[in-house]
Nanobody, 122 residues
């Protein structure tokens, strides 16, 4: 079982920036397993469904929701078992709980973090 721990959320004014981090760990988890896994960031605003924000493959290919293209950047540091989400030019509509997601390339099973709150004031 893979555990994910997000951090970096908070309250920021519109136009500001935040950097979210997600560290993966587990009893048999290794950097090798992390490196070949598929990582993503999702968000869920009150009353709305959870939606994909960005994801990144093992080879570093990235994909973004249209609403965040040009403002958010996803990256990963395989040596630290960590994935990041740099969020710039934040808007009030970016307010949500942000969740980290890991999908194993070996088993296809997935794990979710507990989420971190991002609040953007106007």
């Amino acid at each position: 079982q893979v555990q994910l721990a997000e951090s970096g959320g908070g309250l920021v004014q519109a136009g500001g920036s935040l950097r979210l981090s997600c560290v993966a760990s587990g009893s048999i988890f290794s950097k090798t397993i992390f490196r070949i896994g598929f990582m993503g960031w999702y968000r869920q605003a009150p009353g709305k469904q959870r939606e994909l924000v960005a994801n990144i493959t093992s080879s570093g290919t990235t994909n973004y929701a249209d609403s965040v293209k040009g403002r958010f950047t996803i990256s990963r540091d395989n040596a630290k078992n960590t994935v990041y989400l740099q969020m710039n030019s934040l808007k009030p509509e970016d307010t949500a709980v942000y969740y980290c997601n890991y999908v194993s390339a070996l088993s296809g099973s997935g794990s979710w973090g507990q989420g971190t709150q991002v609040t953007v004031s106007s």
